[in-house]
Every structure is written in structure tokens, then in C-alpha cells.
């Protein structure tokens, strides 16, 4: 076995600032519930390659909020972007970004265009700045999704969280104000 040389630094050697998570079609999750009603409390929720792990119903409200304020750039994206081909069936069983939800983010929303590669026609997406993530919304199944999965996320975590009560307002709501 070969070891690396002792480390003589309390920095880790790299540090991720900034990631981009791509949201487009329906979403497929696996939400579940870890210690309910107790200080350890937390839920997992894996899908589309990406792991979320909420610990509080400040950050579940937080997140659908966030999402909630994209449908307002609705308009300008494509209903459905076609899922590409794949041969691997278990595309969905592996995660490439894990995150960890310990308060909720603060966020903004920016439609984008751009020309495609072959700069034959304009592309429209949302960008939904949460802080280190980016989430690039590239049609309206996927943001309608989304905000479908985490209404769900935020209906558990009122139930399983000490500060459920508190933050049970919801976000999609029309009379709810933000935050």
C-alpha cells in the first residue's frame, strides 16, 4: 500500500465554490426520512444524478421558494427538451453532486439566451442562483417538477422537523410572502 506524504496543511488541498446542476423533464426522486421529530432529523432526497440532504423546514421552505420565484421566467422556455438516449440503465443510480441543505439559501433568478453551437436558433433557460449551486432550468417539465418534488420535500419536513410549525407556510401559495 502507498500513502501520500503527512499532511502539514489544516486547508483541504481543494475546495468546490461553485457547481451547476442541470434541471430538464420530469424529475424521478427517492425522498426519505432519517430520525424523524428528533434533533438528528434529516431527509435525503437523490435524483437526476444529484443528492440533497435537508436538516431543516427553514431550508425545505427556502428551496421550493426559490424554485417557486423561477416560474415567473416560465414563459420563456421550451415546454420539453427531449431526454437523450442512454444505454445505461442505471444512469439514475449514480450521484455526481452531493449537497447538504443546513438553512435555507438565498436566491436569485435569470433568464438566459444564447445562440445554439451551431448558431442556428436562440436557446432560452433560467439560471436559479442558491448559493454555491446553480441550477440551469432548461424547460418547463423540469422546473414544474422540481417544484412538484420539493412541495412534497417541504409537506414531509413540517412533519418530521422541530421548526416545522414555524416554517409551514407554503411557497407556492399566492398569498404567501416571501421571506
Known amino acids: ?3 501520500s506524504v503527512k499532511a502539514t496543511h489544516t486547508t483541504p488541498p481543494a475546495t468546490i465554490t461553485h457547481s451547476i446542476a442541470l434541471i430538464k423533464g420530469q424529475q424521478h426522486a427517492d425522498v426519505s426520512v432519517h430520525h424523524a421529530r428528533t434533533p438528528d432529523a434529516r431527509i435525503s432526497v437523490a435524483f437526476n444524478g ?3 440532504v435537508i436538516y431543516s423546514c427553514h431550508a425545505a421552505q427556502g428551496l ?5 420565484a423561477a416560474r415567473g421566467q416560465m414563459l420563456h422556455i421550451p415546454s420539453q427538451i427531449p431526454a437523450p438516449q442512454t444505454d445505461l440503465p442505471d444512469v439514475e443510480a449514480r ?3 452531493s449537497i447538504e441543505w443546513n438553512r435555507r439559501p438565498a436566491y436569485a433568478v435569470v433568464a438566459q439566451s444564447a445562440l445554439n453551437r451551431l448558431k442556428t436558433a436562440k ?3 433560467i ?3 442558491t448559493g454555491p449551486i446553480t441550477w440551469q432550468i432548461r424547460d418547463k417539465a423540469g422546473l414544474l417538477s422540481m417544484i412538484e418534488l420539493l412541495t412534497r420535500v417541504h409537506k414531509t419536513a413540517i412533519a418530521i422537523f ?3 410549525e414555524q416554517y409551514n407556510a407554503d411557497p407556492t401559495a399566492p398569498d404567501y410572502v416571501a421571506a
Open 64 to 68: 421550493l421558494e426559490a424554485f417557486a
Open 1 to 3: 500500500m502507498t500513502a
Open 50 to 52: 444529484i443528492h440533497m
Open 127 to 129: 439560471d436559479l442562483y
Open 95 to 97: 450521484i455526481a453532486l
Open 162 to 164: 422541530a421548526d416545522g
Open 123 to 125: 436557446i432560452h433557460w
